[in-house]
């Protein structure tokens, strides 16, 4: 069974940071990117960071040099730091695999959806 689970959202003043995680299960046989989206309300999900499987990244442009992302191959896990947050990063943020599990053909997985609110 595919599973994506994300965790690290919370509830930050702005100029905080928080680190979001998001592991996937071991069903993956290969995974080539993984990302992060985020969905604030009324508007649409948006990329957020991602990182292939040879490490390299693109961020939005609202969040590079305050957003880091980055992977573990041998763990299926990605994180996010996330630096000088703004009360504009509040949102639902959302954990992408683009991969293939055993038997299947490659496919876009979502994970949960963590939410991330920056307020004072």
């Known amino acids: 069974q595919v599973q994506l689970v994300a965790s690290g959202g919370g509830l930050v003043q702005p100029g905080g940071s928080l680190k979001l995680s998001c592991e996937a299960s071991k069903s993956f046989f290969s995974i080539n990117a993984m990302a992060w989206y985020r969905q604030a309300p009324g508007k649409e999900r948006e990329l957020v960071a991602r990182?292939?499987?040879?490490?390299?990244?693109n961020y939005a442009d609202s969040v590079k040099g305050r957003f880091t992302i980055s992977r573990d191959n041998a763990k299926n896990t990605v994180w996010l730091q996330m630096n000088s947050l703004k009360l504009e990063d509040t949102a639902v943020y959302y954990c992408?695999?683009?991969?293939?599990?055993?038997?299947?053909?490659?496919?876009?997985?979502w994970g949960q959806g963590t939410q991330v609110t920056v307020s004072s």
């Open positions: 992408n695999v683009v991969g293939r599990i055993v038997g299947d053909i490659i496919r876009t997985y």
């Open positions: 990182i292939t499987s040879s490490g390299s990244t």
